[in-house]
């Protein structure tokens, strides 16, 4: 879905959000509260200027309005690819955002994540999934790598891997995998409004991903693995 | 002197830690591997390619991992990621002294890429919890197959970072970099430019490590020592200096930079005169030129 389109229907007419590029920001009212929204649209690859970005965002939120909900609206191709990146530190500045979003939620700040179009490793791991919970409308495309290249890096027949997607969500990339992995805590279909005042209402501040995969019969182990290590003598 | 580099991830466990008191916890005989591999009909690991525990380091209680790079470069699947978060919600239940997590690991495991992604941001999580509650995570990086990807972040995220000169930190491998932007953005066989880019000098002098030491089990073991106070709970006023920090480098850096090396470019403007001969300097001499 078009970022336009999405924040109207989730703010109305007058939702005050505006794009920069590839960088998304607006205070706006929801059921008469603010609400911060941050985010990127056009599939942005994440290098160390967005992610800088979207942490300044989060840390005004928490200097300035303590307790203030945050809405991380997610389309992203991923980490940015480039050299210069790496020598700036890429995985610092992701791990500053991370932390960022990490400190507003220990704070007190709801951490709602949406994948409203596409989402890719890096560019999500510090945002949607360092949320208190993320959600996803359901014709979003969620994946680590497309399975052309996934065959090519783990040298395994590409036609094997998508026989395998049809039955293995580990696998298949997907919106609906990442729900029955828990990643996802749930799809937003038909009022967006109703599904955004739910998640403001009733999204846990614990992780419980591990256990709603197990719940949900794609990600078995996980669950089971972390209370073994728990209980180990 | 012991190469760390050269040891396996149990030999480290052996040599870091107080003689014998590593104990392990989801050993090997308990055979808990990945589902997902064998049905792919690839070898699987009894660990999973990670073993966790408690120990002594120089007496203090510590839990700690190590992850295993000859097993899938250390690639986190579901399994060896819920063991990494198993060990830190017990260390935040438990509060051993520190966490020590001896990294070695290429990011998610791609042949079980959806679980491995949502798994290391499990870690994340958790790793941050045990943060918060004062109790620090060291991150040991000094492996062949370096620390990078949703690892590298993960690193990053860790109270302590001690790094050797020939360890790696960051995101994206180069051998993907090139393959997406191609050999003139970054020639992943140009070794030099690598740990230029990538490397344990390169990081010290940015800051993004916090301790530079020999390919050398005994040092790594003595900076890990020296970091079991280095606890550092993160603060809104510690973020803002991190964001300070981060923005002011991405301006350092210029834009145009004329054909000219950019990490001698990088460490020039960060205050480092001698940016060239930083390649062939020893791991002291880079010690000498932390400004940050």
């Known amino acids: 879905m078009q970022w336009r389109s999405l924040v109207l229907q989730l703010f109305g007419p007058y939702h005050g959000m505006r794009a920069e590029d590839d960088f998304l920001q607006g205070e706006v009212m929801f059921d008469g ?49 480039r050299r210069r990146d790496e020598l700036l530190g890429i995985n610092r500045a992701m791990a500053h955002l991370g932390t960022t979003i990490d400190l507003a939620r220990r704070r007190g700040h709801r951490v709602i994540g949406l994948v409203y179009d596409q989402a890719l490793s890096g560019g999500f791991i510090t945002s949607g999934l360092i949320a208190d919970a993320c959600y996803a409308l359901p014709e979003a495309e969620i994946r680590v790598m497309r399975i052309p ?7 395994l027949p590409e036609a094997m891997l998508t026989a395998l997607s049809q039955s293995n969500p580990v696998f298949a990339p997907g919106v609906q995998n990442y729900v029955a992995m828990g990643g996802v805590r749930a799809l ?46 | 002197m012991i190469s760390y580099a050269e040891c396996s991830a149990r030999e480290r466990l052996a040599l870091l830690l107080d003689p014998g008191s590593f104990h392990e916890w989801l050993p090997p005989i308990e055979r808990i591997t990945s589902p997902h591999l064998a049905q792919l009909g690839v070898p699987s690991a009894f660990d999973d390619g990670v073993a966790i525990g408690r120990a002594t380091l120089d007496g203090h209680s510590v839990f700690v ?64 919890d045990v943060r918060a509650a004062g109790v620090p995570v060291i ?23 001690v790094m050797s000169d020939v360890g790696r930190l960051a995101m994206s491998g180069p051998e993907v970099i090139e393959a997406s932007h191609g050999v003139d953005e970054f020639d992943s066989r140009d070794r030099a430019l690598v740990w230029r880019t990538t490397g344990g000098k390169h990081r010290w002098i940015t ?36 964001h300070v920090l981060l923005t002011g480098r991405l301006f350092a850096l210029p834009a145009d930079h004329a054909d000219q090396d950019e990490a001698l470019l990088l460490w020039r403007a960060i205050g480092v005169a001698v940016a060239e001969h930083v390649p062939a300097m020893s791991v002291e001499a880079v010690r000498a030129l932390r400004i940050l």
């Open chain 2, 139 to 161: 991150v040991l990086i000094g492996g062949a197959n370096g620390c990078f990807g949703g690892m590298g972040i993960v690193a990053r995220c860790a109270d302590h970072i």
């Open chain 1, 188 to 233: 937003w279909q038909g009022d967006l409004q109703a599904a955004l005042r739910d998640a403001l209402a009733h999204t846990p501040t614990e992780d419980l991903r591990a256990r709603d995969g197990a719940e949900r019969g794609g990600r078995r182990l996980a669950a089971t693995v972390m209370q073994c290590v728990l209980d180990a003598a």
């Open chain 2, 65 to 128: 991992a190590a992850q295993e790079g000859a097993f899938m470069g250390g690639g986190v699947g579901e399994v060896h990621g819920a063991k990494l978060t198993g060990l830190l919600q017990r260390a935040l239940r438990d509060r051993p002294a520190a966490v020590l997590l001896l990294a070695e690991s290429g990011g998610v495991r791609l042949h079980e890429a959806n679980a491995g992604l949502i798994a290391v941001s499990e870690v994340m999580r958790a790793l941050l």
């Open chain 1, 149 to 155: 290249a996934m065959a090519r890096v783990t040298k």
């Open chain 1, 33 to 81: 509260a603010p609400l911060t929204v941050v985010g990127t649209t056009n599939h942005a690859p994440i290098g160390v200027r967005l992610a800088l970005a979207q942490a300044r965002v989060v840390l005004d939120t928490i200097a300035k309005h303590p307790g203030r909900p945050l809405l991380l609206l997610i389309d992203t191709q991923g980490q940015q690819l």
């Open chain 2, 207 to 242: 800051g993004d490590c916090d301790a530079l030491v020999e390919d050398d089990v005994t040092a790594f073991r003595e900076a890990a020592i020296a970091a079991i106070g280095a606890a550092n709970p993160l603060t809104l006023e510690a973020l803002e200096d991190e």
